[in-house]
């Protein structure tokens, strides 16, 4: 029995290792575009919910959407109201990423084969 192709699965590994700076730009893109579809999806009292949406600087191929704001889990999640009612979540991240994700897996598979391709 032989085994074969461990050279060529190897090489491009390899050409994915040495692209790590066109990644992390690719995924500071993909963050900036669903940073961007959060604060759409977010209700405007009175902005500062809205104008908080951060992105974590992209290293080693990740980088964070997130809002630092001490009530955004409550306006994401919901919450319960004093008089024992429920208001639901607005759901402002998921809703974009749901919005996103078809469009992030074939430009991840566009990155991808161009890096393999190069």
Known sequence: MEITGFKELYEQLDKIRNSQRKLNTFVAQQGEILRGE????TPKDTGLLRQS???SRA???KCEVYNNVEYAGHVEYGHRTRNGG?????????????THKKEFIENTKDILRNILND
């Open 38 to 41: 959060a604060i759409n999806n």
């Open 53 to 55: 949406w951060r992105r």
């Open 59 to 61: 290293t080693q191929s």
């Open 86 to 98: 429920f208001v639901k979540g607005s759901k402002m991240l998921h809703k974009a990423m749901l």
